[in-house]
């Protein structure tokens, strides 16, 4: 443009408009011969390269210019000049000379299905690399893990760790569920053969108390977390921000047998306000046993082989305190590689330590209580 020559002032107002006008008359033009326009002869030609083209021909075609953007096809299909030769020559079992500027050879091109973009690729550039593959074992299989997460019991940790060895897991990322914490409407659950056949993700958690047709399946990979059950119920009751007086009415009910359980007010929603006593009476026990809703103070040494039968049908049985020691688990039964740093990192970010929030009697009772567990 003349604004631009020599010995004139750049007027802003005329830069603006002319780089607007020559986007629209170069990306407008691209956009429409994509859609809608016919194809080109030079593309035709270049999707039926065969066994007589020649290795200079080749060569050329590495060298893109404007004109060689992807163009649409008789069919439909964007045709890279490209990935269309590179296609010919693979099918003709020919070897392509190599290129001049790198050394490679046509078929060493990357060619994907990201070409099927069309005019965008030369408007935005190349689109995202894929993502890694999801971990696998000789063990595993390929088969899905599904992992059973007692909540405050670490689950969070192996979401994170699972998302970090890049599984696939369920969307929306809510700590890897499929459902809704201590979802107990049958409708609503997702049991094992479901999630067996669900190919969107490769790991998922269940947060809610075990039912038999939850490992019912050969082809899926079973893992839990245990921990100290005593830890486990502060952990609950910190996390949850209760207050001191409603703690202490919580374990006013656990002191006399057969009381109804507290309906406490939640300051977190992710556990719904049915679901109070339990984490603190045996909660393990309860939910590896089946027998989730039993009265307070009602967990039975029945109750507790239920739960061990339970676990020996686990894949992978790991120790929140102990994890560092048990990560073998991971890599043999999962194809997992962890770290020394991310082993040792297993807490919870959002819980914060209370202090002098549990007597010496409360925590007496605690344990008295959770003994099964």
Request: aromatic share 8%; with cysteine; charged share 25%.
């Amino acid at each position: 443009p003349s604004w631009t020559k020599s010995g004139r002032r750049l007027n802003p107002y005329a830069f603006v408009h002319e780089t607007m006008r020559a986007l629209v008359l170069v990306c407008f033009p691209v956009a429409l011969s994509s859609f809608a326009g016919p194809a080109r002869d030079d593309a035709e030609e270049t999707t039926a390269c065969s066994a007589n083209c020649a290795a200079e021909d080749d060569v050329t075609l590495l060298q893109l210019n404007v004109a060689d953007y992807p163009r649409p096809s008789q069919n439909g299909v964007f045709a890279h000049p490209v990935g269309a030769a590179a296609d010919a020559l693979q099918q003709s079992k020919l070897t392509p000379a190599p290129s001049t500027r790198d050394g490679t050879s046509l078929v060493e091109v990357p060619h994907d299905a990201s070409h099927r973009m069309g005019p965008w690729r030369a408007i935005f550039g190349r689109s995202r690399p894929p993502k890694p593959p999801p971990p696998d074992s000789i063990y595993r299989g390929g088969r899905h893990v599904t992992w059973f997460h007692l909540h405050k019991f670490g689950g969070t940790t192996m979401c994170k760790l699972a998302q970090d060895q890049h599984e696939q897991t369920p969307v929306p990322p809510q700590n890897c569920n499929v459902e809704f914490v201590s979802e107990k409407n049958p409708k609503r659950q997702v049991l094992c053969k479901t999630r067996a056949s669900d190919t969107s993700y490769t790991f998922s958690a269940v947060e809610r108390a075990i039912k038999r047709d939850d490992m019912s399946c050969s082809n899926v990979v079973y893992g839990v977390m245990l921990r100290d059950p005593f830890e486990g119920a502060k952990s609950h009751l910190t996390f949850h921000k209760f207050t001191k007086k409603e703690k202490e009415n919580m374990l006013a009910k656990l002191s006399s047998r057969g009381s109804s359980p507290s309906w406490l007010q939640w300051m977190s929603m992710n556990v719904p306000a049915w679901d109070t006593y339990q984490h603190v009476d045996n909660f393990a026990t309860r939910t590896l046993s089946g027998r989730y809703n039993s009265p307070p103070l009602h967990v039975t040494e029945e109750d507790l082989e239920a739960a061990k039968a339970t676990l020996r049908n686990m894949d992978v049985v790991l120790i929140l305190e102990e994890f560092a020691n048990h990560t073998l688990q991971l890599e043999h039964f999962f194809g997992w590689h962890i770290s020394k740093e991310a082993s040792e990192d297993h807490h919870n970010e959002q819980q914060a330590p209370r202090p002098n929030f549990f007597s010496e009697q409360e925590e007496e009772l605690l344990r008295s209580v959770n003994a099964l567990d």
